[in-house]
């Protein structure tokens, strides 16, 4: 059974920098891709970054519009842990941050099959 825990969620002020960290368990993900999504109050889930797990994409990245610049993605395979470096933060960027697995380069939340249980982010102006 996958297991995917989030954490280093806070609370930053604008401008600052977080770093996330999901850390996958109960099988192997040599052909998948880790995505993050974040959901703030009375919005809609939204894609925030990706990266695929697999040797022969060679860990290609993916990025939303508003993040692309300030958001790193990266893998650490022998931890199996993937890691979302946030920088220039704004208070628009609060929500609570998921981690999830699924296929290779995929945008859409339902396309995903496992998610974590989701860290909050807050950034205050």
């Known amino acids: 059974q996958v297991q995917l825990v989030e954490s280093g969620g806070g609370l930053v002020q604008a401008g600052g920098s977080l770093r996330l960290s999901c850390a996958a368990s109960?099988?192997?993900?040599?052909?998948?891709?880790m995505g993050w999504f974040r959901q703030a109050p009375g919005k809609e889930r939204e894609f925030v970054a990706g990266i695929n797990w697999s040797n022969w994409s060679g860990g290609n990245t993916y990025y939303a519009d508003s993040v692309k610049g300030r958001f790193t993605i990266s893998r650490d395979n022998a931890k199996n842990t993937v890691s979302l470096q946030m920088n220039s933060l704004k208070p628009e960027d609060t929500a609570v941050y998921y981690c999830a697995l699924g296929p290779i380069h995929r945008y859409s939340d339902d396309e995903y099959e496992y998610w974590g249980q989701g860290t909050q982010v807050t950034v205050s102006s």
């Open positions: 109960g099988r192997t993900f040599s052909n998948s891709g």
